[in-house]
């Protein structure tokens, strides 16, 4: 009995002890995720980013959203070690409404931070569990860098309309898969005919590469005498879809001019 008393007693001591001194959340998931970090909270705030999430910072410039993804991947052989990459990739809500209204889907809009550096590659940063503080505040100082460096290519992209001319010009500095994406850009730019004809276009280059492969399809059968040599499936894909997305964008490009 006594001894029961004595551990309530101690467990009782314990709690009244760390409610005494509450350890800051942040801070624990600091030491956890990086993002976390108050040191990295506080650069990024005053270059006008808020964190959204675990992954996420936002900011609001121009016609778009733009966020800094944080990711990490560990190892097998180092399970101790996180590798931390950074991504930064633009929103547009006017895209949204269009593939909302329309029923086209479009792509991501994005490039990992590395390549906006002035010696671009792909880059990530090696933090172990146990780093110090000193580590990881180099880690968020490089980061950082980096980030004020590209914040001019960022602010740029930002707005629809030079996105349209650094693509038409090739010196977009960002990855997207321009044959979904940069017709509902110009839709959103006011540019509906442009849209049809870039959608025309590229419909035309992919019956024509389809055409393609179904003769030289059917020479290599009559070459081998064989009909066990198909088409490429994954270009008639292509086409089957794109047709779908085609007929969509300018279904909606007709409502829009009936309004």
């Not at 005494?20 to 624990?28: A, G, R």
């Not at 190892?75 to 070690?81: F, G, L, T």
């Not at 290519?153 to 090739?170: A, F, K, L, Q, T």
């Not at 008639?236 to 969509?248: G, P």
Request: proline content about 3%; charged content about 30%; glycine content about 6%.
């Amino acid at each position: 009995m006594l001894k029961r008393l004595l551990r309530q007693f101690k467990w009782k001591r314990k709690s009244e002890e760390e409610a005494e001194t509450p350890v800051k959340k942040d801070k624990v998931m600091g030491n956890r995720y990086i993002t976390y970090n108050e040191r990295l909270n506080e650069k990024l705030n005053l270059l006008g980013f808020r964190r959204k999430n675990k992954e996420t910072f936002i900011k609001k410039y121009g016609d778009g959203v733009q966020s800094i993804v944080w990711g990490h991947s560990t190892y097998h052989d180092e399970p101790h070690i996180k590798y931390y990459s950074v991504s930064v990739f633009i929103d547009f809500p006017v895209v949204k409404r269009i593939e909302k209204e329309s029923g086209v889907l479009t792509s991501g809009f994005g490039r990992e931070l590395g390549y906006l550096a002035p010696d671009p590659y792909y880059k990530e940063w090696r933090l172990a569990d146990v780093a110090t503080e000193e580590e990881v505040a180099d880690v968020i100082d490089e980061v950082v860098g980096l980030i004020e460096y590209a914040m001019p290519v960022v602010d740029r992209c930002s707005i629809i309309r030079n996105v349209i001319r650094d693509m038409e010009d090739n010196k977009l500095k960002f990855g997207m898969n321009a044959k979904v994406l940069s017709p509902v850009l110009y839709l959103a730019d006011g540019q509906p005919e442009m849209a049809c004809k870039y959608v025309d276009n590229i419909l035309s280059n992919l019956e024509r590469r389809f055409q393609i492969e179904v003769c030289e399809t059917q020479r290599l059968r009559e070459l081998y005498g064989t009909d066990n040599i198909d088409v490429n499936s994954g270009l008639q894909r292509e086409l089957e879809n794109y047709r779908i997305y085609a007929e969509k964008l300018k279904n909606y490009v007709l409502t829009q001019m009936d309004h």
